[in-house]
């Protein structure tokens, strides 16, 4: 037989004025003495406060206190993909730099796809975050026009498109640094996986490359320079196409690791040995890359210096025209696969 029992209703939520009368203190004083986003007070008022909301099980609602302030704690970070090593490791960065910040973010992705970022912008701003973050800036795209228009904050993060906020790696530094370390290892015939020129991040790479190539004298072949998209794949296709134009290459710099990885494999399956018949440079220097056979050489990208800048320049109200573009610098990570020219390639 089967017996109704009496419903139970939930505990009622205990409340700041719930804490103030047992602290025997005001209500404002609690909301100051329990608000994280204000300095800690060390006073025996604050402890003991502090300590009796904890034996009451207070927990502040954070929903309610962003509404009195008219804003929310949430900011919107829309990236191509997650399953991107680079783009989640950037996403873990600002969410890293958010809670320091009394903050958390929201992710939306796009796969990349041409428009699909106003879209996401759309159901994040929907949501009611304070400003997004983007990281799929491409050229001749109207969304960053439109955010000014609508009075949106928002900041550009790894790509920029030269004239809104942003915070990147120094890109042509970086393939500037890849190249360079190829050209004093003996190399001249080398191999660009350039990245797809949408991206002003593989554009810089490409720059830096022609830069370090032009000051050492080597003229570049065309056939030495290859489009990609950032997949492994696509670097698999860009090392089989350079080798068939150019059986003479020694080296290679693909503008991401993704690439890098997918050239390795390639070069492998046509019998090249790295770094004995190929150096290979790859760039971002994510986790796995260490960790591979052939230990792959990388340009190693600051990704917490570029989450700090970025919620830096969402939360300034103003800035100069000279500080709306954050550039930090990255860093050549030398590994196994890369190694001096063949003597019989010089």
């Excluded at 402890?47 to 909301?53: D, Q, W």
């Excluded at 890293?96 to 929201?106: K, L, N, P, S, V």
């Excluded at 949106?152 to 915070?167: E, H, M």
Aim: hydrophobic share 40%; glycine share 8%; proline share 6%.
């Amino acid at each position: 037989m089967k017996i109704d029992r009496p419903r139970q209703n939930p505990p009622a939520r205990v409340t700041i004025l719930d804490v103030a009368r047992a602290a025997g203190v005001s209500k404002s004083s609690v909301s100051r003495f329990l608000d994280e986003r204000m300095p800690k007070s060390d006073s025996e008022t604050a402890r003991r406060v502090r300590e009796i909301a904890a034996q009451l099980g207070y927990m502040r609602d954070v929903s309610a206190s962003s509404l009195r302030r008219g804003k929310t704690s949430m900011i919107g970070v829309i990236v191509p993909r997650l399953t991107d090593t680079v783009m989640a490791m950037l996403y873990e960065e600002l969410a890293h730099a958010a809670a320091r910040a009394g903050q958390f973010t929201i992710v939306a992705t796009t796969e990349d796809e041409p428009g699909a970022d106003r879209d996401a912008a759309d159901m994040l701003l929907r949501r009611g975050v304070n400003g997004l973050i983007l990281s799929t800036s491409r050229d001749h795209e109207t969304l960053t026009d439109e955010l000014c228009a609508r009075g949106v904050p928002f900041v550009l993060a790894l790509r920029t498109d030269g004239k809104c906020r942003s915070s990147i790696g120094n890109d042509c530094l970086g393939g500037y640094l890849a190249t360079r370390h190829l050209i004093d290892l003996g190399h001249r015939r080398i191999g660009l996986i350039a990245g797809p020129p949408y991206a002003s991040s593989a554009r810089g790479r490409v720059e830096g490359y022609h830069k370090a190539m032009g000051e050492a004298g080597l003229e570049v072949d065309p056939r030495w320079v290859c489009a990609s998209t950032f997949g492994i794949e696509s670097g698999a296709e860009a090392a089989r196409a350079l080798m068939a134009q150019d059986r003479h290459l020694t080296a290679i710099f693909a503008v991401n690791d993704n690439t890098a990885i997918g050239a390795l494999s390639a070069l492998t399956q046509m019998g090249l040995s790295v770094p004995q018949d190929m150096s290979l440079v790859g760039y971002n220097d994510i986790p796995i890359v260490s960790h591979l056979p052939t230990p792959l050489t990388s340009v190693k990208v600051p990704f917490d210096q570029i989450a700090s800048a970025a919620l830096e320049l969402l939360e300034t109200e103003t800035v100069t025209p000279k500080n709306r573009i954050r550039i930090v610098n990255p860093t050549l990570i030398p590994r196994r696969s890369t190694g001096p020219v063949h003597p019989a390639a010089r």
